[in-house]
């Protein structure tokens, strides 16, 4: 007889079949098609703790490839594709993502960033990059800096991009992380 049981893990989804004497554990994340990984043992309980345990060095093994920069660890291309697949953008939102994407190293302005969404005014660029920001960190399972990215800004747009070259007119420049790049481009 099957039995099954679910149970919740950090941003992993677990589910625990048994069948017969025998237990299996498989791991499941959002964004992430099919199994993340999968445990046997004699029992439901022994299954899941030896997952949980791969779960958390899968996480670590993770952690230690980010790219530091500042106060932030910056996801690899595989984790951003993961969070971008669970992500619901609006298309103002997608369009801006998109134009960042495309403008590479050179970056863009809040201004540039608001003109290739639609938006008249800058004034919700960060607003957006934050809530995108943290949208990313949600689905990663990733703590944010306790400060601001810089005075006014939400510390979670440090996860879209970083501050670049200002421009002549000192024009503030965001360059998207090239890691984030190759997914939404």
Not at 98 to 119: I, P, S
Not at 132 to 152: F, N, S, V
Not at 154 to 167: S, Y
Request: glycine share 10%; aromatic share 8%.
């Amino acid at each position: 007889m099957n039995q099954h049981e679910d149970v919740q893990y950090g941003r992993y989804f677990i589910r625990t079949a048994t069948i017969g004497d025998h237990a299996r554990a498989t791991a499941f994340a959002d964004g992430v098609e099919g199994p993340i990984a999968q445990a046997e043992a004699d029992t439901p309980e022994d299954a899941i703790e030896t997952l949980c345990d791969m779960l958390d060095r899968r996480d670590g093994d993770r952690e230690a490839a980010r790219r530091k920069i500042g106060k932030f660890t910056v996801p690899t291309s595989k984790e951003y594709g993961e969070a971008w697949a669970t992500l619901d953008l609006a298309p103002k939102l997608h369009a801006m993502a998109l134009a960042h994407a495309a403008a590479g190293d050179e970056g863009m302005t809040a201004v540039e960033l608001a003109a290739a969404a639609g938006y008249p005014t800058p004034a919700g660029v960060n607003l957006q990059y934050g809530m995108l920001g943290r949208e990313i960190a949600d689905a990663l399972d990733m703590d944010l800096p306790e400060t601001l990215a810089y005075k006014g800004a939400d510390a979670a747009i440090g996860l879209v991009g970083w501050k670049g070259t200002e421009r002549e007119d000192g024009a503030f420049v965001w360059v998207m992380h090239p890691e984030l790049r190759k997914v939404v481009a």
